[in-house]
């Protein structure tokens, strides 16, 4: 048990709609990173929230947009869905503004594109 | 080339042997995680290392900085150690890059 949840842990979207997924840390984490993981690939960095400011993004295009709120929890939205979107969508919470710390992640939420 | 690669990629064993997973990373780095990841998705940190060794319970973990490696040990393996094994270094303030993974099956 990490105490890091998301929601929801399954989800079919069709091809051009717009998902919501949904992250809530531990209580005092306030730096929340999201990851998309392609089946038999390691996880990849997508972007990091600090005190509700992303700061830190990794090689994804603007339609991947988030949002972190003052009750440590987090949203990663995807707009224009592919099919090349379907993944596991991992979050990770952390206290502290550098990458130092441990990171407890969530179960992940499965996303697929139809 | 990724800049975190693993080895083996998959490994299978027998129960009560030694495991060994590797790591080797060409960047430069504060902290390099071990990471286990059970169907279904979920991710457990099981070491965050900047020098030396650790050791928690029939694991151990090393790394050598100089040489940018680290090996994930596991003693006296068990079939419910079966799960994908996970290298990630800290590159950077923002980011973990993470290795592919090593898929380990332990049988009975």
């Known amino acids: 048990e990490t105490g890091v949840t998301q929601s929801p842990t399954h989800l079919i979207k069709t091809r051009g709609q717009q998902v919501t997924l949904r992250c809530s840390s531990q209580?005092?984490?306030?730096?929340v990173s999201w990851y998309q993981q392609a089946l038999g690939q390691g996880p990849q960095f997508i972007f990091q929230y600090y005190r509700e400011e992303e700061n830190g993004r990794g090689n994804f295009p603007p339609r991947f947009s988030g949002l972190q709120f003052p009750n440590y929890s987090s949203e990663l939205n995807v707009n224009a869905l592919e099919l090349d979107d379907s993944a596991l969508y991992l979050c990770?919470?952390?206290?502290?503004?550098?990458?130092?710390?441990?990171?407890?992640f969530g179960q992940g939420t499965r996303l697929t594109v139809v | 080339k990724n800049e975190v690669e693993q080895s083996p990629q998959n490994l299978t064993a027998q129960e009560g042997e030694f495991i060994t997973i590797n790591c080797s990373y060409s960047?430069?780095?504060?902290?390099l995680h071990w990471l286990q990841q059970h169907p279904g998705g979920g991710i457990v940190s099981l070491f965050m290392?900047?020098?030396g060794k650790k050791k928690h319970g029939r694991l151990i973990a090393t790394i050598n900085i100089q040489e940018k490696h680290s090996s994930l040990h596991i003693t006296a393996s068990h079939p419910r150690d079966s799960a994908v094994y996970i290298c990630a270094v800290n590159q950077g303030a923002q980011k973990l890059v993470f290795g592919q993974g090593t898929r380990l099956t332990i049988n009975p």
């Open positions: 209580s005092g984490h306030n730096t």
């Open positions: 990770a919470s952390r206290g502290g503004g550098t990458m130092n710390t441990e990171a407890f």
């Open positions: 290392l900047s020098s």
């Open positions: 960047v430069g780095i504060s902290a």
